[in-house]
């Protein structure tokens, strides 16, 4: 008799206390989630669908033969921010321009949480407007421009559109790019890993070769350099343009 009331006791207990152990359970970590907006979601397919149209054919640096120089009005150029510029305002995304992209006040006139972009083509000036914007990150995100130094040579070499981003912990990201005026002269796509806590000038890296698992649509080989009078650069990502907040 003793030994069934010692038992009682002892479920009674047990019962009584499940629900205290689950109350007091840490809760599940969730994952930082974030939307892009519609607009710079548009400007990503339009990006892909660029690509996909091109068909990594070579296109010349004339109007009648390169929407993307016809685009910005002006021949004879390289042409990748002429490229990730016709996206964002084909999109319809609001286009800061150039003329006030060296403006450093131009940050109170535009509000951080609407998508905007530059009107401009030049590295170097669509780098600034963003600045001046308020608009640099080290912490890549889809629709984000993506601008290109080359080491011991020049920070703006190339700019490029990120499509997507795969966090892969510890500050290192898988980047999914589409880009224009690429060798050879042409529109491609992409993916590689980037360290948000190396040294600025070596940030960029390739994925490892047992992860180039679609090489029909990306380009994992490298390095991306800069070749000037026989010398190799290599690149890196200066930073990235935010086109949402």
């Known amino acids: 008799m003793k030994r069934f009331w010692c038992a009682l006791l002892a479920a009674a207990l047990l019962i009584g206390c499940c629900p205290v152990l689950a109350e007091d359970a840490a809760p599940a970590a969730e994952e930082t989630e974030y ?29 009648k033969d390169n929407k993307y120089i016809k685009w910005w009005g002006y ?22 321009p150039e003329d006030d992209c060296n403006r450093k006040s131009v940050a109170s006139k535009v509000e951080g949480v609407i998508p905007y972009s530059t009107r401009a083509a030049g590295v170097p000036k669509i780098y600034t407007g963003f600045n001046n914007m308020g608009r640099i990150s080290d912490i890549p995100r889809p629709g984000y421009l993506i601008v290109y130094g080359a080491r011991d040579y020049y920070d703006f070499v190339h700019v490029g559109l990120v499509t997507d981003v795969i966090d892969r912990g510890d500050g290192v990201y898988q980047l999914f790019t589409v880009e ?53 650069y290599p690149w890196f990502v200066k930073g990235f343009c935010q086109t949402w907040q």
């Open 35 to 63: 939307e892009v907006p519609e607009m710079i979601q548009e400007a990503i397919r339009i990006g892909i669908a660029e690509w996909a149209e091109v068909g990594e054919k070579s296109l010349t640096q004339k109007k």
């Open 75 to 96: 021949e004879n150029i390289g042409w990748c921010g002429a490229f990730v510029g016709y996206c964002m305002d084909t999109a319809g995304v609001p286009m800061l």
């Open 180 to 232: 224009g005026n690429v060798p050879t002269k042409t529109v491609k796509r992409f993916s590689f890993l980037y360290d948000s806590t190396a040294k600025p000038d070596k940030n960029l890296s390739l994925l490892p070769e047992e992860e180039w698992t679609e090489p029909e649509i990306y380009h994992y080989e490298g390095p991306r350099q800069t070749q000037i009078d026989g010398k190799k």
